[in-house]
């Protein structure tokens, strides 16, 4: 039996920061623990990275495969997290009702979205590290502007995180698990990952271009390998894509 | 128990395109526990949602614990605790993982362990949530609405689909929460569970409330309630009539058997009882039927309550 008065009410929220924070852990562990999840945000950036920068399978120009294909990674790592891995977590927590009850809870909406954009930041640090150290083991040697690549990675992760919370918050989860696979997949190939984007003919290759994945790839690519200051072309591309997506998905966002 | 109503609903109308949920539905729960009853389709969810702040009326007036469900929503939340009719939990998480979640949202929650052993979800273990039984997965979001210590409690049909241990555990864990001063909303289409737990119930057909009290007054004042009994045939019914209070009826159904209809209560059963006594007559057999609330919705709404 329970004691008298263990229910008595007493009622409080935690502080936000506090909030924000567990939320934040909760979200990081839920998606380390996912296997689907750890296969599209490490073992395939990882098993890209390293077959092609040791097998001669695309011809990626002048010099160190490696030094073509590292910035390409970390842009599908941030792909990834931000886009594939956030739009399919979120698309089935609004499904399975995670959203509707987190929602009656004592964290604020914003706070939920503020707590899952420090997961994904979080989730694409540990992708950095990773992907930096096993280039670095195939004989990478970036240069360029640090500022650069970091506000290049904040806004490729702005882009991504709106375009996948606004695929999320509007298609069925199993819409939004078929298209986000998909879709990862059209990007990977046509996006400047792996493929230089000189492979494709003149037309298509400016219309890829202005893809987010272009951009952030192109973007990384003309700092780490190239030494270039800051890209401003690309940073716009992915800019606007930014604001394009998150406002989409604050407008149209569904959360049951 | 009663003071100032914890949920007060007035007039609400909440459609969804052409369908009318809610029509005019109004409401006020005092402290304690109140139940709303009716059948699937009635508009129960939906008065619960908008009460949780989920679902904004389309007119009419809700106050819970005297805020505004979605304009003071902030305020509101932390006093009140949720129990979904369903999901509503990672599925990768694993009980006790969300449950200290859901406590660390809190300033004071609950004691997670005392929670979990007082529920029986220590045997989750380590056992995913998209992989708990139904009613593992009923218990833990009963856990989830009340781990935060609320003022108030809304349980959306709590024992649907539970085996009857579980039911009981889950009544017993109301009944604390009553005793120790939380309210309780709790909607069900289980009469028992209504009769059992509440000290109110609101009675939901078409989405608006057709009868709300007590089990008790709404038993009484529904329908007629019998006392029967059998003794010798060919009793004189007209002195057992004059014994009787004036509103009540008295007749020999067939030779020896009798039925007495009207209010039933320990005063009746003393009458009858004491008419035999004067005239002689041992009855046998003697039983008392009381209305139950599926009579009275029967009654009310010419529908039964269906599952």
Not at chain 2, 74 to 89: D, H, K, N
Request: charged share 20%; with cysteine; glycine share 10%.
């Amino acid at each position: 039996m329970t004691a008298v008065g263990t229910y008595t009410p007493k009622p409080g929220a935690a502080p936000l920061t506090r909030m924000i924070a567990v939320q934040a852990a909760l979200e990081t562990k839920m998606l380390l623990r996912n296997g689907e999840q750890l296969l599209l945000t490490v073992v395939i950036p990882t098993l890209l990275l390293v077959l092609f920068s040791s097998v001669d399978v695309v011809d990626t120009g002048e010099g160190e495969a490696v030094d073509f294909l590292a910035p390409g990674i970390l842009a599908l790592a941030v792909m990834s997290t931000a886009f594939t891995g956030q739009a399919i977590a979120t698309g089935f927590e609004r499904r399975y009702g995670v959203l509707k009850r987190l929602a009656a809870s004592p964290l604020p909406r914003w706070g939920l979205m503020a707590a899952k954009t420090l997961s994904v930041l979080v989730t694409e640090i540990l992708q950095v590290i990773l992907v930096t150290v096993i280039a670095f083991a195939l004989g990478w040697s970036p240069g360029g502007n640090p500022l650069a690549v970091l506000l290049l990675l904040l806004l490729g992760t702005a882009a991504f995180s709106g375009l996948g919370l606004l695929m999320a918050g509007t298609l069925k989860a199993e819409a939004t698990l078929a298209a986000a696979n998909l879709v990862f997949l059209l990007l990977l190939v046509g996006g400047g990952v792996v493929v230089p984007l000189d492979k494709f003919p003149d037309t298509a290759q400016s219309l890829l271009g202005l893809l987010p994945i272009s951009a952030l790839s192109d973007g990384l690519r003309d700092v780490l390998q190239h030494g270039a200051g800051m890209p401003w072309g690309d940073l716009g591309i992915l800019a606007v894509w930014g604001v394009v997506g998150l406002t989409a998905a604050a407008r149209f966002f569904r959360w049951e | 128990m009663r003071s100032d109503p914890v949920v007060q609903v007035q007039a609400l109308v909440k459609r969804y395109r052409t369908k009318t949920a809610v029509d005019g539905l109004d409401l006020v729960a005092g402290t304690g526990i109140t139940a709303v009853l009716g059948p699937n389709g009635a508009g129960k969810t939906t008065t619960v949602e908008t009460c949780e702040g989920y679902r904004k009326p389309d007119s009419g007036t809700v106050r819970v614990l005297g805020l505004d469900p979605v304009r003071e929503a902030a305020a509101l939340r932390p006093r009140i605790g949720v129990m979904l009719q369903s999901g509503g939990v990672y599925s990768g998480a694993r009980a006790d993982e969300m449950l200290r979640h859901m406590a660390k949202l809190h300033a004071h929650p609950l004691d997670v362990d005392a929670l979990i052993e007082r529920l029986g979800l220590g045997s989750c273990g380590r056992t995913t949530y998209r992989r708990l039984s139904g009613g593992q997965q009923q218990r833990l979001a009963l856990a989830l609405a009340v781990v935060g210590r609320p003022e108030l409690v809304f349980l959306d049909e709590p024992t649907a689909g539970l085996d009857p241990q579980a039911r009981r555990a889950t009544w017993d864990l109301v009944r604390d929460l009553r005793a120790d001063g939380v309210s309780v909303i709790l909607t069900t289409h289980y009469m028992d569970e209504a009769e059992q737990l509440a000290d109110d119930v609101a009675i939901i057909d078409a989405g608006r409330v057709i009868a709300q009290g007590s089990p008790e007054e709404l038993c009484r004042g529904g329908a007629e309630n019998t006392l029967r009994f059998s003794g010798r045939p060919g009793l004189d019914i007209g002195s057992l009539l004059k014994a009787l209070p004036a509103d009540c009826t008295a007749a020999e159904l067939t030779p020896g058997a009798y039925r007495v209809g009207g209010k039933v209560d320990p005063q009746l059963l003393a009458t009858v009882t004491s008419w035999c006594a004067q005239h002689g007559v041992m009855p046998e057999k003697i039983s008392v039927e009381r209305h139950t609330l599926e009579d009275v919705f029967l009654e009310m709404t010419g529908k039964e309550l269906r599952s």
